[in-house]
């Protein structure tokens, strides 16, 4: 997903403000998905998580254990 600079700003700005009220994750990422269309992340499924053999997953590399759209800022 691409997002304008000014865009990613609020985002941030809302973020830091609900973190600093204590707001629930849950409510955070209900807020993101609803207010700007970001997803939150997923636990990835892939094998390397559950096989000791694999050093690396290529489903959520490089964020290790979780997936989800990359959000680049223009």
Not at 39 to 65: F, Q, Y
Request: hydrophobic share 35%.
């Amino acid at each position: 997903m691409d997002m304008r600079r000014s865009q990613a700003a609020k985002v941030l700005d809302s973020v830091r403000t609900m973190l600093a009220q204590r707001e629930s994750p849950e409510k955070i990422e209900r807020y993101l998905s609803l207010q700007f269309g970001i997803e939150a992340l997923v636990k990835c499924s892939g094998e390397a998580h559950s096989n000791a053999h694999i050093d690396n997953c290529g489903c959520c590399a490089p964020r290790w254990g979780w997936v989800g759209d990359t959000v680049n800022i223009k």
